[in-house]
Structure formats: structure tokens, C-alpha cells
């Protein structure tokens, strides 16, 4: 099973933006963390982070024609981005949405999600706990 591990603009600088938001782990360590646990769950897993939203719906669009399961944290999308909600509205395969910090106790612009109403589960303010356990489930 191959599992894709999609992440969307600034986390690329996950350790060191906001380190009381989002945590000192840097992208390469969840990856490492994510593809180890996968490896022990019997699951391909594929990390990838884009600025480009573009470059998100290629790869949504290539989940959806592969079947292939997704854990999305599209980060600042999920509240602006109709364009990536209509991509995963797409999906042949689940799509887990995932946020690191808890989006419902902070800015008000944060509370709603375009990505929520397509997801088919949704684990916030976990940290990046929540993208383990995200793996969890699909890998079941």
C-alpha cells in the first residue's frame, strides 16, 4: 500500500517557524518518523511539500487517478483555497486532513476549512503526532 504525505506552504519550515505553534521537529524528521512507522505498518510512504498550489493539485489529481490514500495538511490553503477543496473533492482514495496546531483556538480566519467537507477524517492540534497517527488509520 502506498500512502502520500502531502504538505502544503510553510512547512518547509516546520522547526524553525513559530516553535510554540508548530513544534521543533523539522520536515525531514516527520518524514523520517512517517516512513519508518509505515514501514512497520506495511505501507509505502511518500512525503512532499509544495509552496506552488498548483504543484498541490497535480499531486491530488495523481492520488485520485492512483487510488492512493492521503494524509493533506494543505496549511494555509485549507482556509482560502476553493482550487485544492475541489481537488480532493476528487479522491478515490481516503484523504486524512491533518493541522499540527489547533486551528479552532486561533485566528478567526482559521476556523473554517474548504478541505473539511471532502476529508474523511480530520485530526488537529496533535502536533505532528496527528500525521502518525493519520497513517494509523489509512494503513488499517
Do not use: C
Amino acid at each position: 500500500m502506498k500512502i502520500l504525505v502531502l504538505n502544503g506552504p510553510n512547512l518547509n519550515r516546520l522547526g524553525k517557524r513559530e516553535p510554540g505553534i508548530y513544534g521543533s521537529e523539522t520536515l525531514d524528521d516527520l518524514a523520517a518518523r512517517l516512513e519508518k512507522r509505515g514501514r512497520e505498518l506495511g505501507a509505502a510512504v511518500e512525503t512532499r511539500q509544495t509552496n506552488h498550489e498548483g504543484e498541490m493539485l497535480e499531486w491530488l489529481h495523481e492520488a485520485a487517478d492512483g487510488s492512493v490514500p492521503v494524509i493533506l495538511n494543505a496549511a494555509a490553503w485549507t482556509h482560502t483555497s476553493v482550487a485544492v477543496a475541489d481537488a480532493v473533492a476528487q479522491k478515490t482514495a481516503p484523504v486524512i486532513e491533518v493541522h499540527i496546531s489547533n486551528v479552532h483556538s486561533r485566528e478567526p480566519f482559521r476556523h473554517h476549512s474548504y478541505i473539511s467537507a471532502h476529508a474523511d477524517g480530520i485530526l488537529v492540534g496533535l502536533g505532528t503526532d496527528g500525521y502518525l497517527l493519520a497513517l494509523e488509520h489509512l494503513a488499517r
